[in-house]
């Protein structure tokens, strides 16, 4: 299986703030990378696909980047509703594998 | 809107087999672009894919799970299906049903139930 490996595992940011959360693959997964955001008691929503590509209805203060092991997923401007825990994903390989999150909480 | 609705028991108890069901409505579960699966989430863990089906009933299982799993798919009832068998404490999760885009293979989940606590305990 691939692994997932997300760093910071939490961080505090104040509104505004620009927010960078990473992702490494145990393998080169190209671009085979999505991110997702988890609020309390919700389903993970989609906010990435193929490492950079914006989910239609995703803000544009989203963005991601990486290639080959290493990507990021950067917030600009951080919102009050972006509190959350952010997933990343790889569909490189079968069996699809997620990363332990990133929660990002209010300073 | 497509909408998945998860369902079933959210207790089972140790070595017994959970069984979920995944209604799908405001679209067709036949919908060539997609597959369908089951994802589950453990209290404050990330997300853990468990396997996905097409409709035609080809299924893939992640292989730890493998032995214990089977997931299969109604079409004329617009649903899908997991059964999870020999259960233990380790297998209780919140477990979510959800699209599972298919591209050159099973890709990202863009479209997901509310998720169904279920509980392994005696």
């Known amino acids: 299986d691939i692994q997932m490996t997300q760093s910071p595992s939490s961080l505090s940011a104040s509104v505004g703030d620009r927010v960078t959360i990473t992702c490494q693959a145990s393998?080169?997964?190209?671009?085979?990378l999505n991110w997702y955001q988890q609020k309390p008691g919700k389903a993970p929503r989609l906010l990435i696909y193929?490492?950079?590509r914006l989910e239609t209805g995703v803000p544009p203060r989203f963005s991601g980047s990486g290639s080959g092991t290493d990507f990021t997923l950067v917030i600009n401007t951080l919102q009050p509703e972006d509190m959350a825990t952010y997933y990343c994903?790889?569909?490189?390989?079968?069996?699809?594998?997620f990363g332990g999150g990133t929660k990002v909480e209010t300073k | 809107q497509l909408q998945l609705q998860e369902s079933g028991p959210g207790l089972v108890k140790p070595s017994e087999t959970l069984s979920l069901t995944c209604t799908v409505s405001?679209?067709?579960?036949?919908?060539?672009?997609?597959?369908w699966g089951w994802i589950r989430q453990p209290p404050g863990r990330g997300p853990e894919w468990i396997g996905s089906?097409?409709?035609?009933?080809?299924?893939y299982y992640k292989p730890s799970l493998q032995s214990r799993v089977t997931i299969s798919v109604d079409t004329s009832r617009n649903q899908f299906y997991l059964k999870l068998s020999s259960v233990t404490a380790a297998d209780t999760a919140l477990y979510y049903c959800?699209?599972?885009?298919?591209?050159?293979?099973?890709?990202?989940?863009?479209?997901w139930g509310q998720g169904t606590l279920v509980t392994v305990s005696s």
């Open positions: 959800a699209r599972n885009v298919l591209g050159e293979s099973l890709e990202g989940f863009d479209y």
């Open positions: 405001g679209g067709s579960i036949s919908n060539r672009s997609y597959y």
């Open positions: 089906v097409y409709y035609v009933g080809t299924t």
């Open positions: 393998q080169d997964i190209t671009k085979y």
């Open positions: 193929d490492a950079s």
């Open positions: 994903q790889q569909y490189e390989n079968l069996p699809l594998t």
